[in-house]
T-cell receptor
Framework: AQSVTQPDIHITVSEGASLELRCNYS??????LFWYVQSPGQGLQLLLK??????LVQGIKGFEAEFKRSQSSFNLRKPSVHWSDAAEYFC?????????????FGTGTRLKVLA | GAVVSQHPSWVICKSGTSVKIECRSL??????MFWYRQFPKQSLMLMAT?????????EQGVEKDKFLINHASLTLSTLTVTSAHPEDSSFYIC???????????FGPGTRLTVT
């Protein structure tokens, strides 16, 4: 069955430190992969996406992610975290064909940033 | 580009009444729209998929008679929560896709509180 796992429910980092949020997926074909960020009470903002090509993807706000097919992973990274990065982060896999296409979301990782 | 709006952003209704939430794609035609429900500090749960001009496809466990979805045009989908109860209180988010792209564009969400 298709699934997305975000192993870390909560992560706390100090401002200026590096960040890596993990995402593992289970999907039979080449997936479309996404990272979204959600601030409290807000909708989802797309950080970056992977459809094909270069496996290192650059996104907004200084984020990047690397698709590793052998590990079924799509981890999100940022070299230096800012206090404003504190939010909930969701990894998602796009699955299915054009008629049945849907997203499968991970459970999310809540990021706390210490000043 | 690819902006999705939701109206209202916040609604309070009395138990037993119905409430309608609108989802609009402002600058593109959405072949498919999705409705999600999100409980506090949890991930998004897909409720249903709607294609313009056809009946919505509901996920397992979602009451189709309670959550009525209409996708009357390529830019508008509505979710009506009928005979609302306090347990229906939640954050409802819609998204839209335009073929053949496989990326969902999310609305800002609607917070429903049933008293």
């Amino acid at each position: 069955a298709q699934s997305v796992t975000q192993p870390d429910i909560h992560i706390t980092v100090s401002e200026g430190a590096s960040l890596e949020l993990r995402c593992n997926y289970s999907y039979g074909a080449t997936p479309y992969l996404f990272w979204y960020v959600q601030s409290p009470g807000q909708g989802l903002q797309l950080l970056l996406k992977y459809f094909s090509g270069d496996t290192l993807v650059q996104g907004i706000k200084g984020f990047e992610a690397e698709f590793k097919r052998s590990q079924s992973s799509f981890n999100l990274r940022k070299p230096s975290v800012h206090w404003s990065d504190a939010a909930e982060y969701f990894c998602a896999v796009g699955a299915g064909t054009s008629g049945t296409y849907k997203y499968i979301f991970g459970t999310g990782t809540r990021l706390k940033v210490l000043a | 580009g690819a902006v999705v709006s939701q109206h209202p952003s916040w609604v309070i209704c009395k138990s037993g009444t119905s409430v309608k939430i609108e989802c609009r794609s402002l600058d593109f035609q959405a072949t498919t729209m999705f409705w999600y429900r999100q409980f506090p500090k949890q991930s998004l749960m897909l409720m249903a998929t709607s294609n313009e001009g056809s009946k919505a496809t509901y996920e397992q466990g979602v009451e189709k008679d309670k959550f009525l979805i209409n996708h009357a045009s390529l830019t508008l989908s509505t979710l009506t929560v009928t005979s609302a109860h306090p347990e229906d209180s939640s954050f409802y988010i819609c998204s839209a896709v335009t073929a053949p792209r496989y990326e969902q564009y999310f609305g800002p969400g609607t917070r429903l509180t049933v008293t």
